[in-house]
């Protein structure tokens, strides 16, 4: 049929009119069904207007007719359709690195070894929570020494006796080093606490708060934290190297902070498996050690003399899991003779006393040539080694029939073992449990009532005859709360913080809304506070947290919800009431921070993610500090290349996770002078109504240390503070009376005098200005002319000062900006110097490296000031001087020069002025080539200026009024030549 096709050909079907008269017919028919109700359900036209069926459902929408285009049919809900909370993105272009998944997979971070449920100990948890109510039964100690003196290793053989785990004969656990870069170092790098309830000789249960620090000297800011919250200082010497500087920095440190102490001589098994020294040469080694001990605690003015019969001293080997004071050991005679005190006993295992065997007495000198052995020699190291000689030259049933002898019992299987876990597991048994060490501590070690005054008057600033005061004095746990927050340990993972301190009246309790006084609070400044809730409160095992409800005064804890505001330390108290409270002084340190990095991300758009990891470490290390250069680049500066690097990792990895650009490390510098200025130098303020006339000239010697040091203080009364001066340094009493401040900040190393004369100006002009003249001292000091680093050593005296005397026109906008000018040309005409810092370096090293380390240190300016052979040992300490700056590599250059033989630590000695004038512009540095000794101070100068983005000459017109140039022309044409640009 035509019909079914089109004028082209192409087939197009018959008419469909007919099946849309059927679809209206169907229609029509439908809808009458409706209207009379037939269908099912009986549904009525009111229903389905209204939408609702009678079981509550679906809604009936009118059916569109309109012609829908293909392009806009719908077969398939939209994504807000089926989503619609979420928020859609359409991207004309993938903004995402096909490196990152677009899902990114769940990332665990964890930087620490933590334990996943709380271990089964020797007590329970209940009864060291109950321990902490009694502060009289808890003992606070700090473990310090030199690196590798065995102190970890002490903690660790007090936590196997302890706790009850699977511990292995042959590994060394390290349990308070918790971080995985400890663990691969070998060295402990952050002070871990462990609290653990111990017996004593008596059997009596004490708890033991101990705290491990690292022994590197870099890491001496954790002593410093360790110390301050201590009741005593338990400090650990190794018996073959004997006192070490480390070791006498940690003893002069502990009478600092006044706490008694307490030696552990450790490696005693290295005297008889090592060096092989006799019994009476090993007593002589063991003596003269602690001679080495006395005669610098007596130099500090400490009262107590250290000797093993008055009790404060451990012989210890933690390698092979034994410790023993002469009370211990007295007792195994006693154990095994049951006739005579063992008290008594242990007085006379010391020192010149030799038994009269024939008449079975005691005396001060030996009964014949023959018997002449110390009581120490024949019962305490004799033993000693026949029992090693025994288990190292000794097998089967003959060593188990000798060891069961002496109460040591072993099985079958264990004489298998290698000789090392034999000894261990042998020795062990016999000296038993560490109640020997308990004892000492409790006995030697004042309990935190006994000591809270002496600790409260060292570290508390504020006035002591209040609530607050009277309380801390007395250990009160129903006064005011007092907490002393030393430091912030972070989780696991690296993201929060948590803060440890101690608390030292008042019971703190969770849910408690307490006051965060930070460092530079004070009554009168109330800015650096904030109110924060204590939402978690632990005791703090190293490995794993002990959750507690309350924390009474006395005892140590860790907790959370108060870390934002705290930077290095902080002082916790109650937010109602005890509003006259003041901070516990900032952590003092004994060493300082002279060494800088310049760092960058790789990633500029990451430097956000830098500045908030720069933060966390500035929590982190209580001795690093970060500073931005006027060029814009941030900078860390810490104690050594050790300190730096662990600082870089944690920066990297634990907070930052990016890739930084690491400069190379440069020495912080200081400015002096070493004369006095060559003209009263004079400025005017802006305004001209005001100007200020000052000189400056070098401090006597040892008064910048004795600043530092905190040996004289501004906050005492003036008369004081004139007394010191007069009787020390033979200043007059007018001079002594005339100290406005110190600068930069109140301990620092520069003094600023009135030296005016009350007859030729108004004294009463002069003190309304004093604060704004004083604030710009500190800005000059703080930031030197030379190239912005700290002035050191220098006196300003204040000649003359012309002040208005309308208030409006001598305010600080007009005074200070004047006092840092005048500062600055006063201290340009002193003949300005450079300082730098120089290490101090210890080196242990056998006889024949002594030359190698000559030549070593003679490539880098330095120089050796004592080679000492080591007492009983075939080693030499050698004691050197070493300028910081030429000292980056310095270690690594040693071990190839000596093949590993040589071992060195070095720390801050002294500031030493540079060689050289830095404003000599006669002085031509010619790139890749070094400097002549004359030259170094020009050319750390300008090495410095640009690299802070300053120009390379000192412009003197900066500083200088026109009035005072005119001046200089006239006393000296040639100044002017000396300081053009």
Not at 171 to 189: L, M, W
Not at 235 to 247: F, H, I, L, Y
Not at 728 to 748: H, M
Not at 959 to 979: G, P, R, T, V, W
């Amino acid at each position: 049929d035509e019909n079914l096709y089109d004028e082209f050909g192409n087939y197009i079907g018959p008419d469909l009119g007919d099946d849309d008269d059927n679809e209206e017919d169907s229609e029509d028919e439908l809808q009458d069904e409706w209207d009379d109700g037939k269908m099912e359900g009986d549904v009525k036209e009111d229903d389905i207007k209204e939408g609702i069926f009678e079981d509550g459902g679906m809604e009936v929408e009118e059916t569109s007719r309109a012609v829908v285009l293909h392009e806009d049919k719908v077969y398939f809900p939209s994504s807000s359709e089926v989503y619609p909370e979420a928020e859609v993105l359409v991207e004309d272009e993938d903004t995402q690195p096909l490196e990152t998944p677009i899902i990114a997979p769940v990332k665990h971070k964890q930087f620490s070894h933590v334990e996943k449920t709380l271990p089964q100990t020797t007590f329970d948890f209940k009864y060291l929570a109950g321990l902490m109510d009694h502060p009289h039964l808890v003992r606070n100690i700090a473990l310090i020494g030199n690196l590798h003196h065995g102190k970890t290793k002490l903690v660790d053989l007090l936590v196997k006796e302890t706790h009850l785990i699977d511990w292995s004969l042959t590994k060394n656990d390290r349990y308070t080093d918790t971080r995985f870069d400890e663990q691969k170092r070998n060295i402990s790098i952050k002070s871990m606490p462990m609290s653990l309830v111990m017996q004593n000789l008596k059997g009596k249960s004490y708890l033991l708060n101990v705290m491990d620090t690292p022994g590197h000297v870099n890491f001496s800011d954790e002593q410093t934290a360790a110390l301050r919250i201590a009741d005593g200082a338990v400090v650990v010497v190794d018996a073959v190297e004997g006192v070490m500087a480390q070791t006498a920095r940690g003893l002069r440190h502990a009478v600092e902070e006044q706490v008694p102490i307490c030696i552990v001589i450790n490696k005693m098994d290295r005297l008889v498996l090592e060096l092989k020294l006799p019994p009476t040469d090993a007593y002589h080694k063991i003596h003269h050690t602690l001679e080495e001990v006395n005669k610098i605690l007596d130099k500090c003015g400490y009262p107590k003399r250290i000797s093993p019969e008055l009790g404060n001293v451990c012989f210890a080997s933690a390698e092979y899991g034994w410790l023993f004071t002469l009370d211990s050991f007295s007792n195994i005679y006693a154990d095994y003779h049951g006739s005579f005190s063992a008290k008594d006993f242990a007085k006379r295992l010391w020192g010149n006393i030799f038994l009269h065997k024939k008449k079975r007495v005691f005396r001060p000198k030996p009964e014949n040539s023959k018997n002449n052995k110390r009581t120490f020699t024949e019962f305490v190291l004799e033993p000693l080694y026949k029992i090693h000689s025994y288990i190292l030259g000794s097998e089967g049933k003959q060593l188990k029939s000798m060891l069961g002898d002496v109460g040591i019992q072993v099985k079958n299987e264990d004489l298998l073992m290698d000789p090392k876990p034999l000894l261990k597991l042998a020795l062990t048994q016999f000296f038993g449990t560490s109640a020997g060490f308990v004892s000492m501590c409790v006995e030697q070690f004042p309990s935190p009532i006994e000591g809270a005054r002496a600790k409260v008057r060292h570290t508390y600033t504020g006035e002591l005859q209040i609530d607050a005061g009277r309380a801390m004095l007395t250990c009160d746990k129903k006064g005011p709360l007092m907490v002393n927050i030393v430091k912030l340990y972070s989780r696991p993972d690296g993201e929060k913080f948590d803060a440890f301190g101690r608390v030292l009246s008042g019971t703190v309790k969770v849910g408690s809304r307490v006051r965060v006084l930070g460092e530079s609070y004070s009554l009168e400044d109330e800015e650096d506070m904030t109110v924060s809730e204590i939402t978690k409160i632990w005791v703090f095992e190293s490995r794993y947290r002990v959750e507690v409800n309350r924390v009474i005064a006395g005892n140590w804890a860790l907790f959370e919800g108060i870390d934002l505001s705290i930077n290095k330390t902080a002082t916790i108290c109650d937010e109602k009431g005890n509003q006259d409270a003041c901070i516990f002084r900032p952590l003092r340190f004994n060493l300082v921070s002279c060494i800088k990095v310049a760092i960058e991300p790789i990633n500029p758009s990451e430097l956000p993610k830098m500045l908030e990891a720069l933060r966390k470490v500035n929590k982190s290390y209580p001795l690093v500090s970060t500073k931005v250069e006027d060029s814009g680049e941030h900078t860390i500066i810490g104690t050594g290349e050790l300190y730096l690097d662990c600082v870089l990792h944690d920066l990297r990895r634990m907070y930052g996770e990016l890739e930084i650009r690491v400069a190379d490390p440069v020495a912080t510098f200081c400015e002096t002078v070493i004369e006095t200025s060559s003209l009263k130098c004079f400025a005017e303020t802006p305004n001209k109504k005001n100007m200020l006339t000052m000189i400056a000239e070098p401090l006597d010697e040892g008064i910048a240390r004795d600043i530092e040091n905190e040996t004289v203080r501004l906050g005492w009364d003036e008369k004081r503070v004139a007394d010191f001066f007069q009787s020390k340094y033979n200043w007059d009493i007018l001079a002594a009376r005339s100290i406005w401040a110190f600068g930069p900040d109140s301990t620092g190393p520069n003094v600023l005098m009135d030296d005016t004369i009350a007859s030729e100006m108004d004294k009463t002009l002069l003190s309304s200005v004093k604060q704004s003249v004083v604030q710009g001292f500190q800005w000059g000091t703080r930031e030197g002319p030379l190239c912005n680093e700290p002035i050191r050593n220098v006196k300003f005296k204040l000649l003359d000062a012309s002040i208005a005397k309308e208030a409006i026109y001598r305010g600080g906008g007009q005074i200070i900006p004047t006092a840092r000018r005048v500062a600055y040309s006063a201290f340009l005409l002193a003949t300005p110097r450079l300082m730098e810092p120089i290490h101090f370096v210890e080196i242990q090293c056998p006889a024949d490296c002594v030359a190698a380390i000559h030549n070593v240190l003679a490539r880098r300016r330095g120089h050796v000031n004592a080679s000492v052979p080591k007492a009983g040992t075939p080693l030499y300490t050698v004691h050197a001087s070493l300028p910081v700056i030429d000292s980056f590599g310095f270690e690594t250059d040693l071990r190839s020069h000596t093949e590993g033989k040589a071992f060195a630590q070095s720390f801050f000695d002294h500031w030493d002025i540079v060689p050289g004038d830095p404003l000599d512009k006669n002085i031509v540095l010619k790139p890749l080539e070094p400097s002549p000794l004359e030259a170094l101070a020009r050319e750390f100068m300008v090495k410095t200026r640009r690299r802070k983005g300053l120009r390379e000459n000192v412009s003197i017109n900066r500083f200088f009024d026109d009035h005072m140039l005119l001046e200089l022309a006239k006393q000296d044409a040639d100044l002017q030549n000396y300081f053009q640009e």
